[in-house]
């Protein structure tokens, strides 16, 4: 039994297809389909039904193959291991960004560090901070970039930085002429927010201390330019994360509001398994965001905002 068998094993069972699985392994049909036969012989056992289409596993197939996937992956946590040893920042790295954080972080840091880091392979993905959560205690992900706390004690949380909450508001809107906003003028007024599933909502309910159901809260839309486009509208005013406000056209930066001292604002960090062993690549990346935005946020008086 070898670890070459194993993978193509498993990459059967993803394709269900020898052809499509070699292609992916980058062999030929006859060679990937001999080790997988050589596994079968040694174990005794068939692992796939080929009469079906596509290929399915069998029984004992779908057994075998669970503790397949424990075996590879414990073997490359065995070059993590290595890696963390030498300090090696390179290898595939893959990481999770938020949506209401990757629009604007990522434009930052992403061509900095690749030129920094030429030998790391960033595979990124957009999910929510939930599948965030998930792929990371599943190893499907080796890091991810959230607003925190999570309160999860399998997972690390590193704050990167503390993003202010900054107020949107047109001059036809009544709190036009204020000069600085409180956080009682939200109770009073239609606020814009990101409809259910994005954290920087929970940000804003609790910032105001009301629940979803207020009739103070106007739930409109999943991106923060739609919700400009509504405020401009007439249709409320809305809160925007500060880095946000930095991609504004000038004619729109005219109707930022900012915060009396202390500024609501959340905590941005990366977070990862415990059990995760590539932490030169996470201290690299936490090194090049933590430069690059620290220049771009400067703000001192503070009050961190829980998402949960």
Do not use: W
């Amino acid at each position: 039994m070898t670890l070459t068998q194993l993978q193509y094993t498993l990459a059967v069972a993803k394709e269900g297809n020898f052809t499509l699985a070699a292609e992916k392994c980058f062999v030929t049909q006859p060679t990937l389909s001999m080790q997988v036969q050589k596994l079968e012989k040694e174990l005794g056992v068939k692992l796939f039904n080929r009469n079906t289409k596509p290929i399915a596993l069998t029984a004992i197939g779908e057994k075998i193959l669970m503790q397949a996937k424990i075996i590879v992956q414990e073997s490359d946590r065995m070059k993590d291991i290595i890696s963390v040893e030498k300090g090696v920042v390179g290898g595939d790295f893959r990481l999770g960004i938020i949506p209401t954080i990757m629009p604007t972080l990522l434009p930052l840091f992403l061509n900095t560090f690749i030129k920094k880091f030429p030998k790391v392979n960033l595979k990124i993905e957009e999910l929510n901070t939930v599948l965030i959560a998930e792929k990371l205690l599943s190893n499907k992900l080796d890091a991810g970039i959230a607003a925190t706390p999570l309160e999860n004690e399998k997972i690390i949380e590193k704050p990167l930085y503390y993003e202010p909450f900054v107020g949107y508001i047109p001059i036809s809107h009544p709190l036009s002429k204020i000069k600085k906003i409180e956080i009682e003028d939200l109770e009073k007024m239609d606020v814009l927010v990101l409809e259910d599933g994005h954290c920087f909502r929970k940000h804003i309910l609790n910032l105001c201390q009301t629940n979803e159901t207020s009739k103070s809260f106007d739930l409109k839309s999943g991106s923060f330019e739609t919700l400009v486009h509504l405020a401009n509208e007439g249709m409320g005013m809305t809160l925007l994360p500060y880095l946000q406000t930095l991609n504004l056209t000038d004619v729109n930066k005219k109707n930022l509001k900012y915060f009396n001292k202390p500024e609501p604002a959340r905590e941005i960090s990366i977070i990862y398994s415990k059990n995760q062993l590539k932490l030169p690549v996470i201290d690299a990346l936490s090194e090049t965001i933590e430069g690059i935005v620290r220049g771009a946020i400067k703000f001192e008086n503070i009050q961190i905002i829980s998402p949960k």
